[in-house]
Nanobody, 123 residues
Framework: QVQIVESGGGVVQPGGSLNLSCLNS????????IAWYRQAPGKQRELVAT??????????DYLDSVRGRFTITRDNAKNTVYLQMTGLTPEDTAVYYC??????????????WGQGTQVTVSS
């Protein structure tokens, strides 16, 4: 059974930092582009950061608003992807998810997402 488990969220003050982790069990993880996404209340889910498989670098890319503050990394031996977040602002408040990029995992024809991890930036 495929599982995606995000963790590491919490409540921090503006300027604070958090480190997110995403442990997953899908078999193609090691050869897949993986991304962190986020969804704020009342907004559509957006891609925050993406990382290629190790055989291609790996290379990374970021949403303009987080570039220079967030860092995505992966550990294929642990089937885990990480998101280090610094300089957090209230605009970063959202539920954060990880999934395959560009096409999320599907099970029986439906997109499969983990439960996400809540990040709240507030003074």
């Amino acid at each position: 059974q495929v599982q995606i488990v995000e963790s590491g969220g919490g409540v921090v003050q503006p300027g604070g930092s958090l480190n997110l982790s995403c442990l997953n069990s899908w078999s193609s993880f090691r050869i897949s582009h993986i991304a962190w996404y986020r969804q704020a209340p009342g907004k559509q889910r957006e891609l925050v950061a993406t990382i290629s498989p190790p055989g291609n670098g790996p290379t990374t890319d970021y949403l303009d608003s987080v570039r220079g503050r967030f860092t995505i990394t992966r550990d294929n031996a642990k089937n885990t992807v990480y998101l280090q977040m610094t300089g957090l602002t209230p605009e970063d408040t959202a539920v954060y998810y990880c999934n395959r990029d560009p096409r999320p995992l599907t099970i029986s024809g439906k997109e499969y997402w983990g439960q996400g991890t809540q990040v709240t930036v507030s003074s």
